[in-house]
């Protein structure tokens, strides 16, 4: 397992269980990450990563944050849904 595949599914897990704080730094990196090796399979992820990303920024109350990026705009008032 990649350790961005490892890092999404802490960051997923801590969502879940709704400790957005903890997920909030590891969408965050997962997101540099996934824009540093921007191929195919990586920008599907980093708009997939900004999707949750938004989600918990807004899920903290920092809805102008969630606003305001340009990965997670589209996305912050979304359910995110896990295909």
Do not use: C
């Not at 090796?37 to 944050?65: A, P, V």
């Amino acid at each position: 397992m990649r350790i961005s595949d490892s890092l999404f599914v802490r960051g997923y897990n801590l969502y879940i269980n709704k400790e957005y704080d903890k997920a909030l730094p590891i969408f965050e990196d997962l997101l540099g990450i996934d824009t540093l090796l921007y191929e195919t399979e990586h920008y599907q992820r980093m708009i997939y990563t900004g999707m949750w990303l938004g989600s918990t920024l807004y899920k903290l109350g920092r809805e102008k944050d969630a606003q305001n990026n340009v990965y997670t705009y589209r996305y912050y008032k979304a359910i995110p849904v896990d295909p």
